[in-house]
Nanobody, 114 residues
């Protein structure tokens, strides 16, 4: 089992920045990769960014160049640095980890005002 706890969401003006954190605990040695998804009201959950245990990263086209995913293995934490935020980035951001199973955090709200 893997437990994920997100933090760092909040309210920010357009053009601003936020950093999300996701702390993992439990069977962390089995994790193949971690990432962030987001879900806005009335919309489907969408991939934002992922990072594997080998450091490979992947980004949604809509956030490329603005968001950066990174990991601190010593702290078992994955970060999402979000710059140049836009109102359309408003959503609940959920941390995801996977091995042979999928694990989800409860999410953290990010609201970008125009």
């Amino acid at each position: 089992q893997v437990q994920l706890v997100e933090s760092g969401g909040g309210l920010v003006q357009a053009g601003g920045s936020l950093r999300l954190s996701c702390a993992a605990s439990g069977s962390i040695d089995s994790i193949i990769g971690m990432g962030w998804y987001r879900q806005a009201p009335g919309k489907q959950r969408e991939l934002v960014a992922t990072i594997t245990s080998t450091g490979s990263t992947n980004y949604a086209h809509s956030v490329k160049g603005r968001f950066t995913i990174s990991s601190d293995n010593a702290k078992n934490t994955v970060y999402l640095q979000m710059n140049s935020l836009k109102p359309e980035d408003t959503a609940v951001y959920l941390c995801h980890a996977w091995n042979e199973f999928d694990y989800w955090g409860r999410g953290t709200q990010v609201t970008v005002s125009s």
